[in-house]
């Protein structure tokens, strides 16, 4: 039976014991019906999993004696940037899941002249947040120990101060001749920048090919914002990485 893996932002030390939030509690108590004993697996981000046995069948706040360690490595052995142009809310949510469900090792949103985008500072911080609790969520289903980093909201003019010199630049344009497949990569890293709905203008397109990044074409056809990021990094995976 697979054990019940959450994230705990605090330190985690084996003989300790530690109390879990309010949802992680609920989640255990009332909804997966766990009783003192039971088995539970944390991880806060380290590259650790925890071995805890539950203590008590507090619903808001339960306690849990931390048993043993394991080290865990899942990460990919390539290292994987996704620059995400802003869509809506559902679709970056999906973006991001899938994205680090697949071993991407950091995301970009960035805003594009057709990025939907009409956010107060406080409520960029409060998505900024969100995503980053849907990159948690993502980790505690994959089993991943390391949380992939979601950089604040940027604009593309200062997306180059991000960028790796060393890395590989692709950016997905159904009208490039090149493939996937053709790109030659001998890099320490992949950048890969997928536009926003309604893609990119030519001011755009020329800027991303003056910080240095390759145009290609994912196949004959034309795939939604959402879709094109995860395919993307599962055929980087498949040919250079660990799928």
């Known amino acids: 039976m697979r054990i019940t893996r959450l994230y705990h932002g605090g330190d985690l030390h084996c003989g300790d014991s530690t109390r879990v939030d309010a949802n992680a509690s609920n989640h255990l108590i009332r909804v997966l019906r766990s009783k003192p004993g039971a088995d539970v697996i944390l991880f806060n981000g380290d590259g650790y999993d925890y ?16 048993e043993s360690r394991i080290e865990v490595n899942k990460e990919s052995s390539i290292s994987i940037t996704l620059i995400q142009g802003l869509s809506r809310q559902d679709r970056m949510e999906t973006t991001i899941q899938k994205s680090i469900e697949l071993g991407v090792n950091r995301i ?3 805003i594009c002249q057709r990025s ?15 995503w980053r609790k849907v990159a948690i969520s993502a980790c505690e289903q994959s089993g991943r120990c390391l949380i992939p980093e979601i950089v604040g909201i940027t604009s593309l003019k200062e997306l180059a101060s991000l960028l790796s010199p060393d890395a590989l630049k692709l ?12 790109s ?3 890099h320490t890293g992949i950048e890969i920048f997928i536009g926003p709905e309604g893609g990119l203008n030519n001011d755009e397109r020329e800027g991303l090919t003056s910080d240095g990044f390759n145009n290609i074409r994912f196949g004959p056809r034309i795939l939604r914002t959402e879709t094109a ?11 250079w990485g660990d799928l």
Do not use: F, M, W
Request: hydrophobic share 30%.
């Open 108 to 110: 970009i949103p960035v």
């Open 171 to 182: 950016n997905l344009d159904p009208a490039a001749n090149d493939s996937l497949k053709e």
């Open 184 to 186: 030659d990569y001998s």
């Open 51 to 66: 071995l805890c046995k539950t203590i008590d069948t507090d619903p808001k706040k339960t306690s849990l004696s931390i």
């Open 229 to 239: 990021g995860p395919a993307v990094i599962s055929a980087v995976q498949t040919l």
């Open 116 to 130: 939907n985008y009409r956010l107060t500072k406080e409520k960029e911080t409060k998505k900024l947040e969100h």
